[in-house]
Structure formats: structure tokens, C-alpha cells
């Protein structure tokens, strides 16, 4: 079968091996779509922070399944699933408490193992979840938008709330569009003016601002003064890291969902001031998939104009480089392994 593998930064290979077998407790699946992840663009970067070399990448999968064991969803050959691409321990201190998400030994499909850049993947039964009702183009959004999901629900998001998210990428657009059904008011942040226009356009948030010395000022202006009670960073750029608090209210939340590979630097006594509560987002659980699931059957997130390139995987090398920039006009681009 054919798979594609990040050789070494920079270096996509279009390989053949044999397919893959199912082991006891595993699932044997058909990819049939893969999702570009900020992580995948990072990795063939160079720029991915727990990352090595050799790696198949891809870990936002449309998948069908053609093996399967006894399993208590009642999952059968041929239904559609999408994967938790977060294999966990299930023994450590975060896996006892509920947080599989962030396992100390955690393993990610396509990041520490390899992901769904093939034509065939076997992967435990545990990761893969029920999704008859969604097309191949919504499952391959499941996995980033309940990154997102993850997120509002680390903030204990209320109706209401007036809200900053930095970063108009996949994962900042997610937050935006979930913040929004789930009764907030949004305030977007980005430097570049195509995705802000999106977010205004495509996902209807009401406000959008360039990135910039200005941009603190409009947002005092646009909440009277009060400024956001929480601030999502979607970016992972150290410098919008570095600053998202000046956007945030006193007594205000700040969740940190983008990674920057590097040290962060915050004045104490501006965090301090406004008794700031400083929360990390990382990768998501069960609960959000099934939620964001539930999301995509009732058709209240616009797919149609989220994912705005695509390519069958013989030709996806030569596309790659153009996806990694913004201003191309990419949103989500998806690679098709399967018709």
C-alpha cells in the first residue's frame, strides 16, 4: 500500500509497504481522508516541539472500518469512525484522574508514532469512534475542532461572556464558532486580513481586529472598558503569547491552547494585578469528540467553507509548501487517500 512519510524537515516521501495486520484489541481501518493539522505544517517545518524524524504524519482522519473485533460501541466492518489519535497509559497520575489528554506517557498518532498518511492504519479499538452520520469532509474536522471544544470547556465558558480569541487558523476559528453556539460574544485577533475577513464572513463574528498596538485599545473600546473575561491564544507565537493577557479583564482567564516550542516571559506584576487565571489546553477527550460530533449532525458548523483545499495524496507533496502560507487563502486543507 502506499503512505507518505516526513523523510526530514522539508522532505516529503511517497513510499509502498506491505498493509498493515490487526493485532488482538485493534481495529483495522480505511483512510479514506486526512486533515493538515498546524502540527503537521510545524513538523515538516522543523519547528514541532516532541517531534522526531522519520514520521508519517496525519491525525485528523476520516476512516472506514474493514476489521474489527467484540467491541461495546457495536462498531461493524464498513461503518464510518473517526480516531482519538491520543494513545494513553491509562496507569498514570492525569489517566487516573480523568485527564487522558494529557497522559505523562502519552503517544500522538502522526507526532511520537506514526499517523494516518496511509492507505491502511490499525489502531486500539478504544480510539475509534462512531460516526455513520458524517461525511468524509466533516469527520476529517472532528479531531481540531474538539481541540477547540477542549478549550471553551477548560474555561468554563458562560453565556454571555465576551471573549478574545488570538488567531484565525483552524483551532482559533474552532474556539470562535463553539464560543458562539455556546452563547458568547466574540472578539477575533489576527495579523493577517484575509482569515479575519472569514472569520467575519464565514463564521459571523461580529468583531475582528488587526493584530497590533491598536488592537488593546479596541478591545477596551468594543467592552467598555472591561476588556475580555477570557482570552483564548490560538497562534503558539511567542510574542502573541507574551501579550494576550493585556486584552483580558481583571479577575479574567487566559487559556493557552497554541504551543510555542520555546520559554514564555510574562510581567508579574500585570498578571498579578489582575489576579490572572492561567490555564493550559491540551489536545481533548472523549467527551468533546462526541460533542463536537454531535455539532457537525445537526449542521451548525459551516464545513463548506472551513476546508478550502484539497488533493488526492499522489499529489499532495507538490502542494504541500503552499499550505504553509496564510496568504494563499488556506483555512484547512485535506488530503483524499480513498474516493
Known amino acids: 500500500m502506499d503512505y507518505i512519510v516526513c523523510e526530514k524537515p522539508g522532505e516529503f516521501v511517497l513510499k509502498k509497504k506491505d498493509e498493515p495486520k490487526k493485532q488482538a484489541g485493534e481495529a483495522l481501518l480505511k483512510v479514506k481522508k486526512v486533515g493538515i493539522c498546524g502540527t503537521d505544517l510545524h513538523a515538516y517545518m522543523g519547528n514541532q516541539a516532541f517531534f522526531t524524524y522519520p514520521r508519517i504524519l496525519g491525525h485528523e482522519l476520516a476512516t472506514q472500518v474493514i476489521e474489527i473485533g467484540e467491541n461495546p460501541q457495536?462498531?461493524?466492518?464498513?461503518?464510518?469512525?473517526v480516531i482519538m489519535p491520543y494513545v494513553s497509559c491509562k496507569k498514570?497520575?492525569?489517566?487516573?484522574?480523568?485527564?487522558?489528554?494529557?497522559?505523562?506517557?502519552?503517544?500522538?498518532?502522526?507526532?511520537?508514532?506514526?499517523?494516518?498518511?496511509?492507505?491502511?492504519?490499525?489502531?486500539?479499538?478504544?480510539?475509534v469512534i462512531p460516526a455513520k452520520n458524517l461525511s468524509d469532509n466533516q469527520m476529517a474536522v472532528v479531531e481540531p475542532l474538539a481541540i477547540s471544544a477542549h478549550a471553551i470547556r477548560r474555561a468554563q465558558l458562560e453565556i454571555g461572556e465576551?471573549?478574545?480569541?488570538?488567531?484565525?487558523?483552524?483551532i482559533g476559528i474552532g474556539i470562535m464558532k463553539l464560543a458562539q453556539i455556546a452563547g458568547a460574544r466574540v472578539i477575533a485577533i489576527d495579523m493577517n486580513r484575509q482569515r479575519l475577513d472569514y472569520a467575519k464572513e464565514k463564521i459571523g463574528i461580529d468583531h475582528i481586529l488587526l493584530g497590533g498596538p491598536d488592537a488593546v485599545q479596541e478591545v477596551s473600546k468594543i467592552t467598555n472598558g472591561?476588556?475580555?473575561?477570557?482570552?483564548?491564544?490560538?497562534?503558539?507565537?511567542?510574542?502573541?503569547?507574551?501579550?494576550?493577557t493585556d486584552y483580558m479583564a481583571h479577575g479574567g482567564k487566559?487559556?493557552?491552547?497554541?504551543?510555542?516550542?520555546g520559554e514564555l516571559t510574562f510581567s508579574h506584576p500585570a498578571i498579578h494585578?489582575?489576579?490572572?487565571?492561567?490555564?493550559?489546553?491540551?489536545?481533548?477527550?472523549?467527551?468533546?469528540?462526541?460533542?463536537?460530533?454531535s455539532i457537525l449532525e445537526r449542521g451548525e458548523f459551516p464545513i463548506d467553507s472551513f476546508i478550502t483545499h484539497n488533493v488526492s495524496y499522489e499529489n499532495m507533496i507538490a502542494h504541500f509548501d503552499s499550505w504553509l502560507n496564510p496568504e494563499n487563502g488556506v483555512i484547512k486543507a485535506t488530503v483524499d487517500f480513498q474516493s
Open 162 to 170: 465576551t471573549i478574545v480569541v488570538v488567531g484565525c487558523g483552524p
Open 92 to 127: 498514570c497520575i492525569a489517566c487516573r484522574n480523568g485527564k487522558p489528554n494529557c497522559c505523562t506517557n502519552i503517544k500522538v498518532l502522526g507526532i511520537h508514532t506514526d499517523g494516518g498518511m496511509q492507505e491502511r492504519i490499525s489502531v486500539p479499538v478504544d480510539l
Open 254 to 261: 487566559y487559556v493557552l491552547v497554541g504551543l510555542s516550542k
Open 226 to 244: 472591561d476588556m475580555a473575561t477570557i482570552v483564548f491564544d490560538a497562534t503558539g507565537h511567542k510574542g502573541a503569547l507574551e501579550s494576550g
Open 74 to 81: 457495536g462498531i461493524k466492518p464498513g461503518d464510518n469512525v
Open 273 to 293: 494585578a489582575k489576579e490572572t487565571t492561567l490555564l493550559c489546553s491540551r489536545n481533548a477527550t472523549l467527551e468533546d469528540f462526541e460533542y463536537v460530533i
